[in-house]
């Protein structure tokens, strides 16, 4: 099993920038693919990225060119630096992991609050 726990959330203005971690315990994180996903008030969850435990990286359409995950299998955290915010991008940011589906992983964390004003 895997915990994780994310930070950096926090309020910002449009255009501004945030960086998340996320830090998972264990010794095996090197070994799982590693997701965002947030959701908004009054809408569901969705995809934000992910960075498989091979190194590649997707992103959803909508944050392409602005957000860029990465990770420190040293430091058993990933990150997702989020630029040119929009207050679209307002939601709960949560960490996720799974060692094969990364489309339904199975450990998440409790989530990051993101509000970008206008």
């Known amino acids: 099993q895997v915990q994780l726990v994310e930070s950096g959330g926090g309020l910002v203005q449009t255009g501004g920038s945030l960086r998340l971690s996320c830090a998972a315990s264990?010794?095996?994180?090197?070994?799982?693919?590693m997701a965002w996903f947030r959701q908004a008030p009054g809408k569901e969850r969705e995809f934000v990225s992910v960075i498989t435990r091979s190194g590649p990286t997707f992103y959803t359409d909508s944050v392409k060119g602005r957000f860029t995950i990465s990770r420190d299998n040293a430091k058993n955290t990933v990150y997702l630096q989020m630029n040119s915010l929009k207050p679209e991008d307002t939601a709960l940011y949560y960490c996720a992991a799974d060692k094969s589906n990364w489309n339904k992983p199975d450990y998440w964390g409790q989530g990051t609050q993101v509000t970008v004003s206008s």
């Open positions: 264990g010794r095996t994180f090197s070994s799982y693919h």
